[in-house]
C-alpha cells in the first residue's frame, strides 16, 4: 500500500478539481498536481536513480513544491526525511547523514557548501520544475507498490534530551492516522481546504493525506507560515477553511481576533495540539471562535493519533463537569490503545497518574539505526511515550507532563503543568511556563517564566497570593522570572531546555566570586 496511490486516484477521479493553492489564487488542479509528482518521480528515478528505500530530505519553507515531492518521492517507493527548515545547516547536515540521504532539496539549492554534505548526498532547488528527465513520465503511469511496512517518513525528533532520533513510520502508520481523522477529529469533505500555518515538516504536513484522498484544497499562504491576519483573510476568501495549530498560534489568533473584531467566519475546524492549552486560554480561544475547535494529542513516534477531544465537547461549557474533561486531551483514536502504567510497567487503574503508553497501527517501527533506543521505547509490543497522565473512568486522559519535567521539591511531586495552568488564569499573564532548578535544600526548587499582558506592571508577590488562594502552598514558584517573550521551536513549542539552561547560565554567574 503506497500512500502516494491516494493521489493518483484522486488526479484520475477529479481532474479538474482545486488541489493547490499559494494564498488565495489556484496553482493547480488534482490532475495537474498528479502531472507534476509523476515529472519529479521520472526526474529522481532517471537522473539520481532513486529506488525503493532510498533516502531524500526537504529542508524546506512551506511551499506548494512541498507537496510535489513529497508524493514524487513515494512515487518512486523511496523515503521522505522532512527537516525543520529553522534548522541550522549543521543541524540539518547531520540528519541528512544519519539518515544516509541521498538527495536534499532546499529553497535555491544553495544551503550548503560542497564539503557541508555527507558524501554521496546532493543538494536541489526544490522550486526548480525545470529539473526534468528524458524518461517519459507515462512510464510512471502508477506509485511503486510498497507493502504496508515499508518505510514511508523519517521524522527526527526535536532532541530535546540529546541528538534525535529518527522516528520510521510506515505506509500503514500513516495510512492508519489518516483514517482515524475523520473518524476521531473531523469529517473531510471536497470543499474543504487545509491551510498549512505551522511547519509541513511536522504534524501540519500529516495532515494532508486525509484531504487529498477526499480531493480537497491544499493552501500555502503566501507567507508561507503563520500571520493571524492573513489566515482570517485567507478563510473569509477560500471558506471551509481547517487548520493545525500550536496552542501558542491559537493564542495569538484570539489576542488578534479580538483587536479587529473577528468571530471566526470561514473557519471551519480549528486542530490544537502539541503542547498544553491551559483551560484559560481554550476559554478565550471558544468565546471568540465558537465551536470550531478539536485537540488531538500524539507524538512524532505516534504521529497526531492518540486521543483526541470533540469540539462538541470543548464548546459545551454547560456540560456537568466540563472545566475537568475540556483540560483532557480525550479519549483514544479508533486505532489505538492507551494504558498507564507504573514505573515497572505493569498498568495502573483509572485514577492513578503513571506513564502513558500506546499500542496500535499508527505505532512507529522504532528509531532509524538505533536499536537500543528502540528497546527502550516499545516493549512488550507498547509505546511508552515519555508523558506522564491519568486515565479516568470514562476513558478521558489527562496529561500531567513529560516524566522529565516533574519536579521533585522536598520530596514531593510537583507537575508543572498544575502550576502553569493557575497562573495562567490570572488576567494580567499572557504567557507562562514552569521548570524545575536544583536547590540544595529541597532538591528542585518551582521557578515560572512569565510573559506579562500588554507590559502590566506584575511582580511576585501578586502572583504568589494569587497562587495560595487556588493551590497548596508548597508548589507555589520560588522564583519568578518575567520575560517579554519565551523562546519556542519553529512549531509554538515553548522550550524548557533553553529555560533550564539559562537559569543554569545564570547560577554560574552568581557563583563567581
Not at 507515462?138 to 510498497?146: D, S
Not at 528509531?367 to 512488550?380: C, F, I, P, S
Not at 501578586?462 to 497548596?472: D, G
Request: glycine share 10%.
Amino acid at each position: 500500500m503506497n500512500i502516494a496511490n491516494w493521489l493518483n486516484d484522486a488526479g484520475r477521479r477529479w481532474p479538474e478539481r482545486p488541489a493547490l493553492f499559494e494564498g488565495q489564487r489556484q496553482v493547480a488542479d488534482y490532475g495537474t498536481f498528479a502531472a507534476r509528482v509523476r515529472e519529479r518521480a521520472a526526474y529522481l528515478l532517471d537522473e539520481h536513480g532513486i529506488a525503493p528505500g532510498a533516502r531524500v530530505a526537504l529542508f524546506m519553507r512551506n511551499r506548494c513544491e512541498y507537496l510535489e515531492l513529497l508524493y514524487a518521492v513515494w512515487w518512486v517507493g523511496a523515503v521522505v526525511v522532512p527537516i525543520n527548515c529553522k534548522l541550522h545547516p549543521v543541524e540539518a547536515g547531520w540528519i541528512v547523514d544519519d539518515a544516509q540521504a541521498r538527495l536534499i532539496f532546499t529553497d535555491g539549492g544553495q544551503v550548503f557548501l560542497p564539503v557541508a554534505l555527507p558524501q554521496g548526498c546532493r543538494e536541489l532547488d526544490g522550486g526548480d520544475r525545470t529539473l526534468r528527465s528524458s524518461l517519459d513520465s507515462t512510464t510512471l503511469a502508477n506509485p511503486c507498490p510498497r507493502h504496508c511496512d515499508d518505510l514511508a517518513w523519517l521524522f527526527y525528533t526535536s532532541g530535546t534530551t540529546g541528538r534525535p532520533k529518527g522516528v520510521m513510520l510506515s505506509h500503514g502508520n500513516l495510512t492508519a492516522m489518516s483514517l482515524c481523522y475523520p473518524l476521531d477529529v473531523d469529517p473531510v469533505s471536497p470543499d474543504d481546504a487545509v491551510v498549512y500555518a505551522a511547519p509541513m515538516s511536522h504534524g501540519a504536513g500529516l495532515y494532508n493525506f486525509i484531504h487529498v484522498r477526499r480531493g480537497a484544497r491544499h493552501v500555502v499562504p503566501e507567507s508561507g507560515g503563520f500571520k493571524a491576519d492573513e489566515l482570517f483573510e485567507l478563510a473569509r476568501g477560500l471558506g471551509n477553511v481547517t487548520l493545525f495549530a500550536a496552542p501558542t498560534m491559537v493564542k495569538r489568533m484570539v489576542e488578534q481576533a479580538r483587536r479587529q473584531g473577528y468571530g471566526g467566519e470561514g473557519i471551519k475546524t480549528i486542530v490544537y495540539g502539541g503542547a498544553p492549552m491551559y483551560l484559560a486560554d481554550l476559554q478565550d480561544a471558544v468565546e471568540t471562535f465558537g465551536a470550531r475547535l478539536v485537540q488531538i494529542y500524539g507524538q512524532g513516534e505516534s504521529p497526531m493519533t492518540i486521543s483526541a477531544l470533540s469540539r462538541e465537547l470543548i464548546a459545551d461549557r454547560n456540560r456537568p463537569g466540563w472545566a475537568s474533561l475540556a483540560a483532557s486531551v480525550g479519549r483514544a483514536h479508533s486505532c489505538v490503545e492507551i494504558r498507564i502504567l507504573d514505573p515497572e510497567h505493569r498498568p495502573l487503574p483509572p485514577g492513578q497518574p503513571g506513564e502513558i503508553a500506546v499500542r496500535g497501527a499508527t505505532v512507529m517501527q522504532g528509531y532509524w539505526r538505533n536499536e537500543a533506543a528502540t528497546r527502550q521505547t516499545l516493549v512488550d509490543g507498547w509505546l511508552l511515550t515519555g508523558d506522564i497522565g491519568v486515565l479516568d473512568h470514562a476513558g478521558y486522559l489527562t496529561l500531567t507532563d513529560r516524566s522529565k519535567d516533574v519536579i521533585i521539591s522536598g520530596g514531593s511531586n510537583v507537575y508543572p503543568r498544575e502550576v502553569e495552568e493557575v497562573l495562567a488564569q490570572h488576567p494580567d499573564v499572557f504567557e507562562v511556563c514552569v521548570v524545575g532548578e536544583p536547590d540544595v535544600q529541597w532538591g528542585e526548587s518551582v521557578v515560572a517564566f512569565v510573559v506579562p499582558r500588554d507590559a502590566v506592571a506584575l511582580d511576585a508577590s501578586l502572583l504568589n497570593a494569587w497562587f495560595i488562594e487556588r493551590m497548596a502552598s508548597f508548589k507555589k514558584p520560588k522564583k519568578y522570572v518575567f520575560r517579554t517573550e519565551l523562546p519556542k521551536n519553529s512549531y509554538g513549542k515553548i522550550l524548557k531546555t533553553d529555560l533550564r539552561l539559562w537559569l543554569e547560565e545564570e547560577a554560574n554567574v552568581t557563583a563567581v566570586p
